[in-house]
């Protein structure tokens, strides 16, 4: 029995009139996109990042094709009314969840050679800051230099890791690893999630940035401005242009929360479009749209697409504090 190869290609033309598989919601923008020659529910959703795929399909030696049935547990003859007709994305069975050690943690949280992201940040704030950060976050080295940023959920539990590679400027590096994955049982949560306070419901505010990185320097620099500590800001991050997903976002119900995307339209839009979802789901969910409704052609004659929201910070120190309080307010 071997497995037939076979490639997926899109549609050139969306349905906009289908509800996505995956998110189950309504294709209006068309961000699920079909493949050809397949049935409707097959596809790539460019909204929540997941793709919705076909059975595989084998052929024995006769020449006769099967699919393998995941609740029969055999393989089954492959018809196309079959295939028409399965569910386009078969349940699995979740791995029991596991979590790290606190010991790895605090290990590499004093390993003395510290990684360019902390150095970077040393070099440009304040020692007093930079430690209050680094304990704050539990930010490690690893042994090749990589800056260790822990995944802490509500209960403290540990939950995944996730490393980066800066170079000596604080930029980020193509290189990147994540070496707990989901098939052993661990499973993703908010960077900074473990600051979250049961008790605070009312006057915590959470600030959603994409990377850890901004979470960072966000608590560093909007925290400290004059007026503003009394806002009980805490800054989260939510890993990648998608990665805030719903599972995610449970830790946020009930509370206050501004999600400041990074510079572009489809960072903005990708947020905008989760916003009613988050708000049903009892969060009071709001978007700061920081490309002030410019498009990225606009964005990039200006030369702000996609520009490093530490720098947008810092050109926002130089206003009026004003700007930041109606923010939080």
Same mark, same amino acid.
């Given at each position: 029995?071997?497995?037939?190869?076979?490639?997926?290609?899109?549609?050139?033309?969306?349905?906009?009139?289908? &509800?996505?598989?995956?998110?189950?919601?309504?294709?209006?923008?068309?961000?699920?996109?079909?493949?050809?020659?397949?049935?409707?529910?097959?596809?790539?959703?460019?909204?929540?990042?997941?793709? &919705?795929?076909?059975?595989?399909?084998?052929?024995?030696?006769?020449?006769?094709?099967?699919?393998?049935?995941?609740?029969?547990?055999?393989?089954?003859?492959?018809?196309?009314?079959?295939?028409?007709?399965?569910?386009?994305?078969?349940?699995?069975?979740?791995?029991?969840?596991?979590?790290?050690?606190?010991?790895?943690?605090?290990?590499?949280?004093?390993?003395?050679?510290?990684?360019?992201?902390?150095?970077?940040?040393?070099?440009?704030?304040?020692?007093?800051?930079?430690?209050?950060?680094?304990?704050?976050?539990?930010?490690?080295?690893?042994?090749?230099?990589?800056?260790?940023?822990?995944?802490?959920?509500?209960?403290?539990?540990?939950?995944?890791?996730?490393?980066?590679?800066?170079?000596?400027?604080?930029?980020?590096?193509?290189?990147?690893?994540?070496?707990?994955?989901?098939?052993?049982?661990?499973?993703?949560?908010?960077?900074?999630?473990?600051?979250?306070?049961?008790?605070?419901?009312?006057?915590?505010?959470?600030?959603?940035?994409?990377?850890?990185?901004?979470?960072?320097?966000?608590?560093?620099?909007?925290?400290?401005?004059?007026?503003?500590?009394?806002?009980?800001? &805490?800054?989260?991050?939510?890993?990648?242009?998608?990665?805030?997903?719903?599972?995610?976002?449970?830790?946020?119900?009930?509370?206050?929360?501004?999600?400041?995307?990074?510079?572009?339209?489809?960072?903005?839009?990708?947020?905008?479009?989760?916003?009613?979802?988050?708000?049903?789901?009892?969060?009071?969910?709001?978007?700061?749209?920081?490309?002030?409704?410019?498009?990225?052609?606009?964005?990039?004659?200006?030369?702000?697409?996609?520009?490093?929201?530490?720098?947008?910070?810092?050109?926002?120190?130089?206003?009026?504090?004003?700007?930041?309080?109606?923010?939080?307010?």
């Amino acid at each position: 029995m071997k497995r037939i190869e076979y490639s997926l290609e899109f549609e050139k033309r969306r349905d906009f009139t289908l &509800t996505t598989p995956c998110c189950n919601s309504n294709n209006k923008d068309g961000k699920f996109v079909n493949y050809k020659d397949l049935p409707k529910h097959y596809g790539y959703c460019h909204s929540c990042g997941k793709a &919705t795929l076909p059975p595989a399909i084998y052929e024995n030696d006769t020449g006769d094709k099967f699919i393998w049935d995941d609740f029969a547990k055999r393989y089954v003859p492959y018809e196309e009314s079959i295939v028409e007709n399965l569910p386009a994305k078969k349940a699995k069975t979740k791995v029991l969840q596991k979590f790290i050690d606190e010991d790895e943690v605090w290990k590499h949280y004093q390993n003395s050679n510290e990684n360019n992201l902390l150095k970077y940040l040393r070099t440009n704030y304040s020692k007093d800051l930079v430690d209050e950060v680094k304990h704050m976050y539990m930010i490690g080295t690893n042994e090749t230099g990589g800056t260790m940023f822990w995944k802490c959920n509500k209960k403290a539990h540990v939950c995944k890791l996730k490393v980066m590679y800066y170079d000596s400027n604080g930029k980020r590096l193509d290189k990147f690893n994540v070496p707990y994955k989901n098939e052993g049982g661990y499973y993703d949560c908010l960077f900074g999630e473990h600051l979250i306070i049961d008790n605070c419901k009312g006057s915590q505010i959470l600030v959603l940035v994409e990377s850890e990185k901004t979470a960072i320097i966000g608590s560093m620099l909007i925290n400290k401005l004059p007026g503003m500590a009394s806002k009980n800001i &805490t800054w989260l991050a939510y890993g990648g242009l998608n990665g805030l997903t719903e599972e995610k976002a449970k830790s946020l119900i009930g509370r206050k929360v501004l999600a400041i995307p990074d510079i572009s339209s489809k960072a903005v839009a990708t947020l905008l479009q989760k916003e009613s979802l988050f708000r049903n789901m009892g969060i009071d969910f709001n978007v700061w749209d920081t490309t002030n409704g410019l498009n990225d052609k606009e964005l990039k004659s200006l030369s702000l697409y996609n520009k490093d929201l530490e720098d947008l910070f810092r050109d926002l120190q130089g206003h009026k504090n004003s700007q930041w309080h109606l923010l939080f307010d």
